[in-house]
C-alpha cells in the first residue's frame, strides 16, 4: 500500500509534527486579519493540529510545554518548516536531516477525514440543540391558543 501511494503520488511532507505546525502556524496567524466571527475557528484548527507534536512528545515522555514552545518559536521565523520531533530522543529536530517523510497524499486524506469528522460532530450538536431550543420554544399548555376556524361562526360544524 505503501509502494502503491508513492507511486501514485510521489510528493512528501515533513515528519515528526513539523507539517502539523506549520499549517498550525499558518491558521493562527490567518485568524488576526480574518473577521472576528471566524478569527476563532481557524485559532481552534491550529490549535488542533498542535496535538501531534504534543503527543510525540508525551509519547517520548520529553517536557511538552518546553520543547512545544520552542518548535513554535522554530516555526515562527518561517524559514525552519521541516523541523518537528525526534520521536526517539524526545527533541527538536530537523526531519530533512532525520530523513523522516511522510506521502503526501496519506497526510492530506488524515487532515481530511479530521475535518470531516469535526464538522459531522458540529453538525450532530447543532441538530440536537435546535431541537432542545424549538421544544423550550413552546408555549406552556394553560397559554396555548386554540386554533381559529375560518369556516364559520358555530365551532361544533
Known sequence: NVLRTIYLD???????????MA??????????????????????????????????????????????????????????LTWGIDGEKGI??????????????????????AIEAASMLLRIDEIVSGTHKQHKKRAPVGQQQAPQDEGGDDPRA
Open 23 to 80: 499549517i498550525a502556524h499558518a491558521l493562527v496567524a490567518g485568524s488576526k486579519t480574518q473577521e472576528p466571527e471566524i478569527a476563532g475557528a481557524y485559532r481552534a484548527a491550529g490549535v488542533a493540529l498542535e496535538v501531534i507534536p504534543r503527543t510525540l512528545l508525551e509519547n517520548c515522555g520529553a517536557d511538552i510545554i518546553r520543547v512545544l514552545t520552542q518548535l513554535r518559536a522554530k516555526h515562527a521565523s518561517g524559514t525552519n
Open 10 to 20: 510521489p510528493r512528501a511532507v515533513p515528519g515528526g509534527g513539523a507539517t502539523e
Open 92 to 113: 527538536l529536530a530537523d526531519m530533512n536531516e532525520l530523513g523522516v517523510w511522510e506521502p503526501f497524499a496519506v497526510k492530506s486524506q488524515t487532515i481530511k477525514t
